[in-house]
Each structure stands twice: as C-alpha cells, then as structure tokens.
C-alpha cells in the first residue's frame, strides 16, 4: 500500500538523516584500533581480483559479514541477500530461489548474475538457475560478496547484473545448530589446522539442513484455468520438501592452494513444474550435486610480480525421480497413475586459468587468462507417455531431451586492466575482456571506472562498463532461432559520505539491456528467442549510523523503473520499490537484540495477466544473541511476528492466488565456538 510505502521512506528518512544523538567518545587508541580492523575486514577482491576496500573499488560492493547475519537471524544466502540495495529474492513453482536485481526478473533476465563459493565459479553454462548456493546456511558463512550491477569485465559470463561471492568459514574450531517450530533444522561445523612452521592450514567446513515440508497451501492451481479442474490435486499442501548438505574443504601455503567442494540440494516438486499440483507426498524429487576440484599454483617475484595459475574441474549432477507431470486423464488417458518424469543430466565443467599482477609506478596492471571445456557427460528423460501418440503408457519410454549427451562448448578468454592511481584522491580503473565461443560467437567488454576521494569523509565514483551473458546449451537445445548472447549497456554515479558505524550512500544507476533470451510461443512452435531489450533505471539509498554505545541502525531504500521495450510497460513481476530498516540493541557486551524489517512494493503483472498487481508488504524479525558462557551463545528469535501473507508471482492463468510463503515461526539456536 502507498501508505505503508510512504511511512517506511519517512521513518528512514528521518533516522539516517537527522544529526540525532553522538556516540560516545571512545578512547584514541581503541578508535583507531576499531577502524584499522573495520578497513581489512571490508577488503574485497570481487570487483577488480585486487584488494581494495570496498568503497574504494569501482562499481558498487556490497560485504555482508556471517557473525552479523547471525545476529539479525539470517538463514540462508538467499535471506542475507534482501539485505542489499536492489536486490531482491523470488522462488518459482518448483521451489528453486532467484535473484532478482534492480527489476530483472528471470523471465527477462535469468542467469544474470554470477555466483561464486570461495571464488569458484559454479554457475552453469548448460541450464539456468543457482538455488544450491542461495540455500547456504549462514552458519556456514564467513561473509558474502556482492556486485550490484555489471561484472563481466573481470568475471565473464553470466555476471551481466551481479556477482555473489559465498566465502565460507576456515578459521578455527567451531559447532552450531538452530531448529525452529516447524522442524526445521540446520547444523554444522568447522575444523581448522596450522603447521607448526605455519607453512600449511587446512580447513574443513561441513552443514546439514533440512525441512520436512506440508507447511505451504496451494489454492486452485493451472489446471482449473484449462478446465481440468475434478482431476487436480488443489488445493492442498504443496510438496515443500527440502533438504541442503556440503562438505568444503581448503589447504593453502605461501605457494599452493587447493579446494574440494561439494555440495547437495534436494527439494519436492512444490507447486508443480507446470504450476499442476503435485500429490500430497512430502518426499524429495530432485536431487542437484555439485562436486568442483581446483588446484592453484601461487609464484611471486620482484621481476614477474604475482602469477597465479589455476586448473579445476566441476561436476553437475541433476537427478529427478518421479516428477509429477500431470493427471492421466490431461493427456487422454483413462484414469490411472500420474504421468511423472524421470531426469538424470551430468555436465562436466573444465578449466585452467591464470591472473598475473603487477605495480609499475602509480599503475596496478591485471593481465588474466584462461580456457574452459564444457560436456554433457549424460542426459536422459523419462516420461511414462508414447512419444508418437503422447498417450499414458504402463512403462516409461526415452523422450528425446533438449539437452543431449555429448553437446559440448569451448570458451577461451583474455583480459587486461590497469588500475592508475593518478595522485591521492583520483585514480581509474580500465581495462577489457574478450570471451571466444565455438558455439555462440564472441563477446568484448570494455569498462572504466573513476574513483575520487573527495575528502576525508566523501569518496565519489563513476563507472561505464559492458556486459554480457551467452545462452546455455539448454536454450540452443531449446531455440526457435540462432540466439545471441544478452548484452548490456550499464551506468552507475555513486556518492559515499562517512566512516564504517556512520556513513550514507547514494547510487544512480541506468542498464540497457539487449537481445533478450525468453521463452515464448509462436505461430511456429515454442521455444527461446531473442526479443526486444529492456532497461532499468532508478536510485539506490543505504545508511548506517550508531547512535551511542548501545543502539546502532541501518537500511537502505531502493527506486527502480524496470521497462519491457517490447510493450512500454513495467517488467512483468517486478516492484518499483524496496526497503530494509534493522535496530540492534546491545545492553551488554554479552547480550544484543535486533529488529529488521523488509517491505516489498507493489509487484507488477504481465500486460496479459488479468489479476491485480501483488500489494506491497512489510514484514518484521526479531532476534536476540546471548554469550551464555566464554564458548557458548545462545540465539533465538521469530521470523515474520506480524504473520504477513507476503506471496511469489505464479505465471498468468497458472496459480490465481500465487506462491504462499512461510508464516510466523519460532525458532532457537547455539553456536559452540572455544576460543571466542
């Protein structure tokens, strides 16, 4: 509602804005001491693979750090990522979250950003979608990553809107687990070592999460809006089973590195793959693991400067057993057993890379390289329908899927950048990439980047850059005609007033988006094809403040005007508007409470779809953190207290009343950490 919209902005306004009331003189060498550690722990290596404090870095970082998460009584990634300005996090019909940034919906710009786990890139070159990463438990989390915006000139493909950079624990020793009333349960731990010598560390970081299911209710689903209603499963609970493991493993030295990672999502059907309600049976369908093996080989002399070289090798494994595809009798079959489907699709992702580094007077050259090989090392569907009639089937028969064993892609990539510290105040960034495809072509981002310190207090910055994202092999498997990659045009002016604990933010911000890959139908069949671009455009506010020693606020407000050019209308699915206000109260040293509100605006429709817009909503958490003992804390806290019926936009004629998502939940935690 405008006047929920117009009281969140005025209560912000007034917080951040207002002198209020100082904090309290601390002492000299104690302050300088805070701001030293608050300096290293804001170093980010995400914008230009340098380190560099992220108000320093051109384009726009946001840091995240996992302690404060916990705090706030963040879950996963994708519940710490609506904290960032623009950002916000949406789930489809089967479940899986997205990330939509500055008004990009996944039906207008899916696999947009890049999503990386301690700097490994897993996103998938053969389908769309990151849900294994976003499903991280933040216990697990040191801190993330975020570019808010283009980041192929460093990064390369899909990082056409963002990059998110999951690092995760690997320092000392340490053991947590939090349930909450819906049995709902995650628990890990973490185990570090160091050589005497200090030559070696490892680190092995292992979580567990789960979530029994049956606590979202669907309503008449898509079959009702074809008039197949008496043979639906709605309403009734939608199969919201789930469960997340990972095991991660790291050893480095002065000159070798290796990474082992493997993680695992397993999910129900929820809603249906086709918005058709599956049964009421609670158990996991889909099973994603991926599995990445990376050695890096570290040389550092006066003459060279700093060569890193890498080689890795990642597996995707995509398993579904008995996906519900529909009711028999929707295929004209008599009544019987469900049609469900059966998937088993293996890519297998291999690369060597290297970045070589060095100063030449007020110059900081990056000169990086590298060669990618994707193949699909299997690929099969199932389906119990006859592949010429389409008629239900006892036996299940092999359709012909549109990703096929041995489709494969080659990627070859150079890039070279040149960070020029012109004097104290000024320096640029710019540089380019060059990304060759066997398969789809080439693409050439250029970027640069200025970085003005005005005083003290005030940084500014300014940025041009180029992005990109080719198809996957799903969608050329999947075409209606020969796609060119997404490319994108992207501006952004920055103003950054003040010091970590008080400090204020302003960025505006343009993308022009071209050649869209959606999917749609035509006259000659359905399939993906490029259409008509798109852009965004709008104004990004965030601010902290720390009011005196026990109360510290924060949040940000985020105005985006996201426009499909093919019909002049708002992006169908978004919302002009985003904010986020949290108070932290911290009585005592060992004792602090948090409040974080997030509002959603009102969400747009399709030109096409009849219903109303989604209303806006706000919803509330609160969360307390108790140091019980020198190596316990005890956290507890409730997720939505106002129970807000806060919805997912389910595609026209699909779902009439949309995604329902979680209601008021309780929930208790501990974190065993010795040493802290």
């Given at each position: 509602?405008?006047?929920?919209r117009?009281l969140v902005?005025?209560?912000l306004?007034?917080v951040?804005?207002t002198?209020?009331?100082?904090a309290?003189?601390?002492?000299?060498n104690d302050?300088e001491?805070d701001?030293l550690?608050?300096?290293?722990e804001?170093?980010?290596?995400i914008?230009?693979k340098?380190?560099?404090?992220?108000?320093f870095?051109?384009g726009l970082?946001?840091?995240?750090?996992?302690?404060?998460?916990?705090r706030?009584?963040?879950?996963?990634?994708a519940?710490?990522?609506?904290?960032v300005?623009?950002l916000n996090?949406?789930?489809?019909?089967?479940?899986?979250s997205?990330?939509?940034?500055?008004g990009?919906?996944?039906?207008f710009?899916?696999?947009?950003v890049?999503?990386m786990l301690n700097g490994?890139s897993l996103?998938?070159p053969?389908?769309?979608?990151?849900?294994a990463?976003?499903?991280?438990?933040i216990?697990?989390?040191?801190?993330?990553e975020?570019v808010r915006?283009?980041?192929s000139?460093v990064?390369?493909e899909f990082?056409?809107?963002g990059?998110?950079?999951?690092i995760t624990r690997n320092?000392g020793?340490?053991l947590?687990g939090?349930?909450d009333e819906?049995a709902t349960?995650s628990g890990?731990?973490?185990y570090?070592?160091?050589?005497?010598?200090?030559d070696?560390d490892?680190?092995?970081?292992a979580?567990?999460?789960?979530?029994?299911?049956g606590d979202?209710?669907?309503?008449?689903?898509a079959?009702?809006q074809?008039?197949?209603g008496a043979f639906?499963?709605?309403?009734?609970?939608?199969n919201s089973?789930k469960?997340?493991?990972?095991?991660?493993f790291?050893?480095?030295?002065d000159d070798?590195?290796f990474?082992a990672q493997?993680?695992?999502?397993?999910?129900?059907?929820?809603f249906?793959?086709?918005?058709?309600?599956p049964?009421?049976?609670?158990?996991?369908?889909?099973?994603?693991?991926?599995?990445?093996?990376?050695?890096?080989r570290h040389?550092r002399s006066?003459?060279?400067?700093e060569?890193d070289?890498?080689?890795?090798?990642t597996?995707?494994?995509?398993?579904?057993?008995?996906?519900?595809?529909?009711?028999p009798?929707?295929?004209?079959?008599?009544p019987g057993?469900?049609i469900?489907?059966?998937?088993d699709l293996?890519e297998?992702h291999?690369?060597?890379?290297?970045d070589?580094?060095?100063?030449y007077?007020?110059h900081g050259l990056?000169?990086?390289?590298?060669v990618?090989y994707?193949d699909?090392?299997?690929?099969?569907l199932?389906i119990?329908?006859d592949?010429?009639?389409?008629?239900p089937t006892?036996q299940k028969?092999a359709?012909?899927?549109?990703v096929?064993k041995?489709?494969d892609?080659?990627?070859y990539?150079?890039?070279?950048?040149?960070?020029?510290r012109?004097d104290?105040r000024l320096?640029l960034?710019?540089g380019?990439?060059?990304?060759d495809?066997?398969?789809v072509?080439s693409?050439?981002?250029?970027?640069l980047a200025?970085?003005y310190r005005?005083?003290?207090?005030l940084?500014l910055?300014?940025?041009f850059?180029h992005?990109?994202r080719?198809p996957?092999l799903y969608?050329?498997g999947?075409?209606?005609?020969?796609?060119?990659?997404?490319?994108?045009d992207?501006?952004?002016i920055?103003?950054i007033?003040?010091?970590q604990g008080n400090?204020v933010?302003?960025t505006?911000f343009?993308h022009?988006i071209?050649?869209?890959?959606v999917?749609?139908f035509?006259p000659?069949g359905?399939?993906y094809?490029?259409?008509?671009g798109?852009h965004?455009s709008?104004?990004?506010?965030?601010?902290e403040?720390?009011?005196?020693?026990?109360?510290?606020?924060?949040g940000?407000?985020?105005?985006?005007?996201?426009?499909?050019?093919?019909?002049d209308?708002?992006?169908m699915?978004?919302t002009r508007?985003?904010a986020?206000?949290?108070?932290?109260?911290t009585?005592?040293?060992?004792l602090?409470?948090?409040?974080?509100?997030?509002?959603?605006?009102e969400?747009?429709?399709?030109?096409?779809?009849?219903?109303?817009?989604?209303?806006d909503?706000?919803?509330v958490?609160v969360s307390a953190?108790?140091q019980?003992a020198p190596?316990l804390?005890?956290r507890?806290g409730?997720?939505?207290?106002?129970?807000v019926?806060?919805?997912y936009?389910?595609r026209a004629?699909?779902?009439a009343?949309?995604f329902p998502?979680?209601?008021?939940?309780?929930?208790?935690?501990l974190?065993?950490?010795p040493?802290i």
């Amino acid at each position: 509602m405008a006047v929920i919209r117009a009281l969140v902005c005025l209560v912000l306004a007034c917080v951040f804005f207002t002198s209020g009331q100082a904090a309290e003189p601390q002492n000299n060498n104690d302050a300088e001491l805070d701001a030293l550690m608050q300096m290293l722990e804001q170093q980010t290596e995400i914008a230009t693979k340098t380190g560099l404090n992220k108000d320093f870095v051109p384009g726009l970082v946001s840091l995240l750090d996992g302690r404060d998460l916990e705090r706030r009584g963040m879950r996963t990634v994708a519940e710490a990522l609506t904290l960032v300005p623009g950002l916000n996090i949406t789930s489809n019909g089967h479940g899986a979250s997205q990330i939509l940034v500055r008004g990009m919906t996944p039906a207008f710009a899916s696999s947009t950003v890049k999503v990386m786990l301690n700097g490994v890139s897993l996103s998938s070159p053969v389908l769309r979608g990151n849900a294994a990463f976003l499903e991280v438990p933040i216990s697990q989390v040191e801190r993330i990553e975020i570019v808010r915006g283009p980041g192929s000139a460093v990064h390369g493909e899909f990082a056409l809107m963002g990059i998110v950079n999951i690092i995760t624990r690997n320092q000392g020793k340490r053991l947590s687990g939090e349930i909450d009333e819906d049995a709902t349960w995650s628990g890990g731990g973490v185990y570090s070592w160091q050589s005497e010598d200090r030559d070696w560390d490892f680190a092995l970081n292992a979580a567990a999460a789960a979530h029994q299911g049956g606590d979202l209710d669907a309503q008449s689903d898509a079959l009702y809006q074809f008039g197949f209603g008496a043979f639906s499963n709605a309403p009734g609970p939608a199969n919201s089973k789930k469960h997340y493991r990972s095991i991660l493993f790291n050893a480095d030295s002065d000159d070798y590195s290796f990474k082992a990672q493997w993680l695992q999502l397993g999910a129900g059907d929820f809603f249906g793959i086709n918005e058709y309600l599956p049964p009421d049976s609670q158990k996991i369908i889909s099973t994603n693991d991926y599995f990445n093996l990376q050695g890096e080989r570290h040389l550092r002399s006066s003459e060279l400067g700093e060569l890193d070289v890498r080689f890795g090798w990642t597996r995707i494994n995509r398993d579904v057993d008995r996906r519900y595809v529909g009711p028999p009798e929707l295929f004209g079959g008599p009544p019987g057993d469900d049609i469900v489907a059966d998937v088993d699709l293996v890519e297998d992702h291999t690369y060597a890379e290297f970045d070589l580094r060095r100063r030449y007077g007020d110059h900081g050259l990056l000169l990086s390289g590298g060669v990618a090989y994707t193949d699909v090392a299997k690929s099969r569907l199932l389906i119990n329908l006859d592949p010429a009639s389409f008629l239900p089937t006892v036996q299940k028969n092999a359709f012909f899927p549109v990703v096929e064993k041995d489709d494969d892609r080659w990627n070859y990539h150079l890039l070279a950048q040149d960070e020029w510290r012109i004097d104290d105040r000024l320096s640029l960034t710019y540089g380019a990439r060059f990304d060759d495809y066997d398969d789809v072509g080439s693409a050439f981002t250029p970027r640069l980047a200025a970085v003005y310190r005005a005083s003290r207090d005030l940084t500014l910055k300014a940025q041009f850059a180029h992005a990109f994202r080719p198809p996957t092999l799903y969608e050329i498997g999947g075409s209606l005609e020969d796609l060119e990659p997404v490319e994108s045009d992207n501006f952004e002016i920055a103003a950054i007033y003040g010091q970590q604990g008080n400090r204020v933010a302003v960025t505006l911000f343009h993308h022009d988006i071209r050649d869209l890959i959606v999917f749609n139908f035509t006259p000659t069949g359905a399939g993906y094809l490029n259409l008509d671009g798109a852009h965004s455009s709008g104004v990004e506010i965030e601010a902290e403040r720390r009011l005196n020693r026990f109360v510290s606020i924060d949040g940000n407000i985020s105005y985006t005007r996201p426009r499909d050019e093919s019909v002049d209308e708002d992006i169908m699915d978004s919302t002009r508007w985003l904010a986020n206000a949290g108070v932290r109260f911290t009585p005592t040293h060992d004792l602090s409470f948090h409040l974080q509100a997030n509002y959603v605006g009102e969400r747009v429709r399709a030109w096409y779809d009849p219903r109303d817009p989604i209303d806006d909503s706000i919803t509330v958490d609160v969360s307390a953190d108790w140091q019980a003992a020198p190596d316990l804390i005890v956290r507890s806290g409730i997720r939505n207290v106002g129970d807000v019926d806060r919805t997912y936009p389910a595609r026209a004629f699909t779902y009439a009343d949309d995604f329902p998502t979680q209601g008021r939940t309780f929930w208790l935690g501990l974190i065993y950490q010795p040493g802290i």
